[in-house]
């Protein structure tokens, strides 16, 4: 199974930007869709971004809709979340998140991941 492993969390003020990454060891990345999400303390793991196996799809969170960008690198074993604009209400930990690329289940929800890992802390200042 594929382990996976994000960086690039850190505290940013708003407006500003960040660079996540998620890298994937064990299994090669292009047996998998990825996903980013996100979980604020006392709220539920959310959406944040998606993206196929073959980068030919990428799907959002309306909230980040042309402030963030997901991309991925299977040569590389990488996906990457490019944070720009941040907001307050993004603070939160960021998951990067792996299924299989033949499961059809939805892209939006946090069941469909299999493999998750351990998440890496935004926090955006005022």
């Known amino acids: 199974q594929v382990q996976l492993e994000e960086s690039g969390g850190g505290l940013v003020q708003a407006g500003g930007s960040l660079s996540l990454s998620c890298a994937a060891s064990?299994?090669?990345?292009?047996?998998?869709?990825m996903g980013w999400f996100c979980q604020a303390p006392g709220k539920e793991r959310e959406f944040v971004a998606a993206?196929?196996?073959?980068?030919?799809?990428?799907y959002y969170a309306d909230s980040v809709k042309g402030r963030f960008t997901i991309s991925r690198d299977n040569a590389k074993n990488t996906v990457t979340l490019q944070m720009n604009s941040l907001r307050l209400e993004d603070t939160a930990v960021y998951y990067c998140?792996?299924?299989?690329?033949?499961?059809?289940?939805?892209?939006?929800?946090?069941?469909?991941?299999?493999?998750w890992g351990q998440g890496t802390q935004v926090t955006v200042s005022s």
């Open positions: 998140a792996g299924k299989d690329r033949a499961y059809s289940g939805s892209y939006y929800v946090p069941d469909s991941y299999v493999y």
């Open positions: 064990g299994r090669a990345l292009s047996r998998y869709a």
């Open positions: 993206i196929s196996w073959s980068s030919g799809s990428t």
